[in-house]
């Protein structure tokens, strides 16, 4: 059954400004990451394995000065007047899953872009959809690019869209459970990206 996206916070993009000298592995650090509190509804003791359950903190390495470039950065959508929140509170940096703290676009896959302001090499993608109810998460399609219109250069650093419905490829990547530790994507883009997009669905398992 699908819902509405919902999303209380996405992309916490972490990225080193085009141009500056990549570190050597071994001087890779842990992001800090401020993580949001529990969802209300506990995490069953069982659950279908075929979906991922993030139940860690995620560990996102990066070189040290690494920043996060999606905050308060522009967001532009498939659903341009969403039916709860403003566009503005997905790069706000509030995870939390309460009202007035998420955004919900309209019942069918949407996406969003948001635009990092200048080239980036970037080291890892974390998302935060709303976890305050166990729901699975299925076409989650995260694509970076160095142009705007995502039409030539578009690499995609994640896919779980097992059936390639979303009409974007299809993905190899698992479906998940959506937790309050997010889902966090450390796959790095091979070439520097102005832009970032996702794509979603969700179904509800509880
Ligand atoms: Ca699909």
């Not at 394995?49 to 498939?78: F, G, H, I, Q, W």
């Not at 090499?121 to 970076?144: C, E, M, P």
């Not at 250069?153 to 997010?182: C, P």
Request: charged share 20%.
């Amino acid at each position: 059954m699908k819902h509405a996206m919902i999303i209380a916070a996405i992309l916490l993009t972490t990225a080193h400004a085009n141009g500056q000298t990549a570190r050597p592995a071994g001087d890779l650090a842990p992001v800090e990451i401020t993580l949001p509190k529990p969802g209300t509804v506990p995490t069953p003791k069982k659950h279908d394995n075929s979906y991922e359950l993030p139940t860690t903190r995620p560990v996102l390495m990066a070189p040290p000065r690494t920043a996060n470039l999606a905050l308060k950065r522009p967001v532009t959508s498939s659903d341009s007047q969403p039916i709860i929140g403003e566009l503005a509170m997905i790069t706000d940096g509030d995870k939390e899953p309460q009202s007035g703290s998420i955004v919900e676009l309209g019942p069918s896959p949407q996406w969003v872009q948001i635009d990092l302001g200048r080239s980036c090499t970037i080291y890892g993608v974390a998302i935060w959809h709303n976890h305050s109810r166990f729901r699975s998460y299925k076409d989650v399609i995260l694509q970076v690019c160095d142009e705007p219109d995502f039409i030539n250069g578009v690499q995609t650093i994640f896919n779980n869209d097992k059936d390639g419905s979303a009409g974007l490829g299809w993905g190899k990547d698992r479906e998940y459970m959506e937790t309050h530790f997010g889902k966090l994507v450390q796959k790095p883009a091979s070439r520097p990206a102005t832009s970032a997009s996702g794509a979603t669905a969700t179904r509800r398992t509880t």
